[in-house]
């Protein structure tokens, strides 16, 4: 599983982690995907507005998965998470202790600032929130193919500092873990993010 | 830590509705243009005590109605309004409201509407506060206070207000964004009278600054410094200087990167303040297990004029005590941040029999607010926050503590109550039980969801507010709602001003039922409501009255939209696209519109249509 060189990207890391709740798995399109704790994952009912949709570790991009694994490991039956519902304001995380903030440095840009991960439940809301800061780029999301808008440009790849100073790129891991791991998040031209082979969506390959 | 208080504007202060009585008044004038002096004698007696008297009029809503009287009795209250509030920045440029108005000292400017704190609006959409700076740069050089919510403010226009107007007193920026800890260095560092600094809410970037550090040295004039919201580590020891050579500092609201050892020295160099947040409420990292702890109690004690208190960001429970001392004084309380228990907060609140102002998390429970009701007699505002804001979270709430608030809280006034469950004959008790509410906002936070008593809709709870609390201005509602509950509201809420609806009615008849009954309704924001065409017509005669109406993942099509652009020239339609919308799709994603005498704004971005 482990490559040759520093920059693990595609593979998961079995470090003293246990996520076996939260694994991103290969299911084939539209199989419903039973978690630990026996509940069934549902492409799930939505509400009138539109979800935030993840599309994670799916081949087929018509199967699109109404929440994230770590929300179907926590409430197997849970409710798709509507934007702005609740209407308490998103930044305000009341009452919590833990807040891992991380700096957010985007190439061009001339400073920094920061997000709480905690604050977010799943990647698409992460990559949101980080396009509402940095409006004027564009992040692709290398998991969701619509969302590359060649107007402005200019694409940027999310990228993140983990426990071991390794950049790898936002979206491998399973959420919790990436919250756990991420030290610091940095949005890198797309161009300049050759050495870690992602021009192209990734291809999950079998040793997955 | 105050509610949007919106006093009645009848007329509206943002549209100049000067009627063709006023234009015929003045015997000498034209009655239109610029104004010119040639009154005889007596009219100059005239405007010389109209300009005495008006000076002692500060309501706007009494000002509105004095500059409807006439031309002369228009143009002197022009002339002597020094407080400007306009509650939406595209209803009419800065150069209109310079032009009329000449002598203006504090500037109140309202932005984004409420749904954009939701993530219902893309960023960037507007409210930038840069072409008021440079406005009122030319206009108002003396200009002494700048308050702002929603607004987007740069950096520069912060180094602006600092630069260009040498008596600068006064910066307030509620739920603002745009702006990092750099722009704040410039603006404390050339703003040499400031006497309040207070960001409440908003979004600051941290551009690893040391803004503390960069207010002037010397005895300064600080009574208002408030940052609780931002971020970023400060420089503790500058703040601690600072603090010890402000002796006229009453407010001072701390972050959560302010430790309670820290707070401690604080406060026993500003025993005077009487708005005290606390910063984290814990302990650093650094401070030893050994070490002698700082006597807190006595830092609270000595505080005898402490009557508001908020913070406890990352609060450790065991602290808690240390506040007893203030407790019987305090008239304000927000633990809105404090994950405590029933068990922990009792102690505390057993203590404050003045409390007015109280908000918090609902990790008290039922039980917790059992508590309050029992002796927080005096309690006008009520606000419970959820720990865990998820539509399937556990509620710790419920009927059950709402029962109780409204049987021991008879004064209460305003209420935000966020729960799992909710049930009508609570709702009912408390229409029947606090006949003084002006503010009633119930978030049930599952969607749809009905009485889980009696399987009933919400219609009657709601239905009950609306009739029982003749005073009621604002009214927020949730759960499983038909149509008739909203015929309820138009029948009844005669004095509503706000209303926001969610996730609620079945046909157009809900929307009609509320813009034909309520002759008072400026502000109107729905989402994922069965909405359409036929229910946008029906609000034509009253759009001009309103602020604003926010309707998103609604019914209306483009085609509703520009049928209601047409009908009314002085309204702006905007159509906002989100991000995997096509402009030219005939569903309408978010309607927002709102009355201008500017008409469309040239700011739009291009998600924006104006139809």
Redesign the interface.
């Known amino acids: 599983m482990s490559s040759e060189n520093g920059k693990r990207l595609l593979e998961t890391d079995a470090g003293g982690l246990n996520f076996e709740a939260t694994e991103l798995t290969l299911g084939l399109p539209g199989e419903p995907r039973v978690t630990s704790d026996g509940g069934a994952k549902l492409g799930s009912k939505r509400?009138?507005?539109?979800t935030v949709d993840l599309k994670l570790g799916d081949n087929n991009p018509e199967v699109k998965l109404g929440h994230s694994l770590q929300e179907a490991a926590k409430?197997p039956v849970?409710?798709t998470?509507?934007?702005?519902?609740?209407?308490?304001?998103?930044?305000?995380k009341?009452?919590?202790?833990s807040c891992k903030?991380v700096?957010v440095a985007v190439d061009g840009a001339p400073?920094?600032?920061?997000v709480?991960l905690e604050m977010y439940n799943s990647y698409q809301q992460l990559l949101?929130s980080l396009?509402?800061?940095f409006?004027c780029f564009t992040i692709r999301n290398y998991l969701n193919e619509?969302?590359i808008d060649q107007v402005n440009g200019i694409e940027y790849m999310p990228t993140y500092e983990d426990k071991d100073g390794d950049w790898m790129l936002v979206g491998d891991v399973p959420w919790q873990m990436f919250v756990e791991s991420c030290k610091r998040l940095r949005l890198m031209k797309s161009s300049e993010a050759v050495g870690l082979g992602l021009k192209t969506a990734p291809k999950y390959s079998s040793t997955n | 830590m105050s509610e949007d208080d919106e006093r009645q504007q009848s007329p509206p202060s943002d549209l100049e509705f000067v009627s063709n009585k006023a234009r015929n008044c003045n015997a000498t004038g034209s009655g239109s243009g610029h104004p010119e002096f040639q009154s005889t004698y007596p009219d100059q007696v005239l405007e010389n005590v109209l300009e005495n008297m008006l000076h002692f009029l500060t309501s706007r809503r009494d000002r509105n109605a004095a500059s409807l009287v006439c031309k002369s009795w228009y143009r002197v209250e022009a002339l002597t309004r020094s407080e400007l509030f306009i509650g939406n920045c595209y209803a009419v440029s800065p150069g209109r409201a310079t032009a009329r108005f000449t002598r203006v000292k504090a500037l109140h400017l309202k932005g984004k509407p409420r749904f954009a704190d939701f993530n219902l609006m893309p960023p960037d959409w507007g409210a930038h506060f840069n072409p008021w700076a440079l406005a009122m740069a030319k206009a108002y050089p003396w200009l002494e206070k700048v308050h702002l919510k929603r607004m987007s403010v740069t950096d520069d226009d912060l180094a602006t207000l600092a630069e260009l107007f040498l008596g600068f007193k006064e910066l307030v920026l509620v739920c603002c964004d745009g702006f990092g800890t750099s722009g704040l260095a410039i603006f404390v560092s050339k703003c040499r009278q400031l006497k309040v600094l207070d960001l409440i809410e908003s979004e600051v970037s941290d551009d690893e600054t040391d803004w503390i550090s960069c207010f002037p040295e010397g005895e300064s004039n600080l009574e208002s410094l408030i940052f609780d919201c931002v971020e970023c580590h400060i420089n503790f020891e500058a703040l601690e200087r600072l603090v010890a050579r402000s002796p006229s500092l009453k407010k001072l609201k701390l972050n959560r990167y302010v430790s309670i050892g820290q707070l401690y020295r604080l406060m026993v160099r500003a025993p005077q303040l009487t708005h005290l947040g606390t910063g984290s409420f814990s302990p650093s990292d650094i401070a030893g297990q050994g070490d002698q702890e700082p006597d807190y109690v006595a830092a609270f004690a000595a505080c005898r004029s402490l009557v508001c208190l908020s913070g406890f960001r990352e609060i450790i429970p065991d602290y808690l005590p240390a506040i007893y001392p203030v407790c019987a004084n305090l008239t304000s309380l927000n633990f809105s941040y404090a994950n405590i228990t029933a068990e922990q907060l009792k102690p505390i609140i057993s203590k404050c029999h003045k409390l007015q102002t109280f908000w918090v998390l609902d990790s008290i429970c039922d039980e917790g607010l059992q508590a309050v009701a029992a002796t927080c007699k005096d309690l006008r505002e009520l606000r419970v926050f959820p720990v865990d804001a998820r539509e399937d979270s556990d509620g710790p709430v419920s009927e059950v503590g709402l029962q109780a608030i409204s049987e021991g809280c008879r004064k209460l006034q305003s209420i935000l109550y966020f729960c799992q469950r909710m049930t009508n004959a609570a709702v009912i008790a408390m229409s029947k039980n606090c006949p003084d509410l002006v503010v009633f906002r119930l978030c049930i936070m599952g969607r749809h969801r009905a009485d889980p008593v009696t399987g009933e809709p919400m219609d009657d709870g709601f239905g009950a507010i609306v009739m029982n609390c003749k005073k009621l201005t604002r009214l927020a509602v949730s759960g499983l709602l038909t149509d008739k509950a909203f015929d309820y509201i138009g029948r009844h809420g005669k004095l509503v001003r706000t209303l926001s609806v969610a996730f609620a009615g079945d046909s157009d008849m809900a929307l009609k039922y509320v813009l034909e009954g309520c002759p008072q309704l400026q502000k109107l924001e729905i989402r994922d409501s069965p909405f359409g065409d036929a229910a946008l017509r029906s609000g034509l005669h009253h759009y001009y009255n309103m602020r604003f109406l926010w309707m998103s993942s609604c019914r209306l099509t483009r085609h509703g939209c520009q049928e209601i652009a047409r009908a009314m020239p002085r309204l702006v339609v905007e159509v906002i696209r989100s991000a995997d919308e096509e402009e030219m799709d005939d569903v309408v994603g978010t309607l927002y519109m709102y009355r201008s005498l500017e008409g469309p704004r040239t700011d739009a971005p291009k998600f924006v249509t104006i139809l």
């Open positions: 509400g009138i507005s539109e409430s849970s409710k998470q509507v934007v702005g519902w609740p209407p308490v304001r998103g930044f305000a009341r009452g919590k202790k903030y700096k400073y920094l600032r920061k709480d949101t396009e509402d800061m409006s619509k969302k």
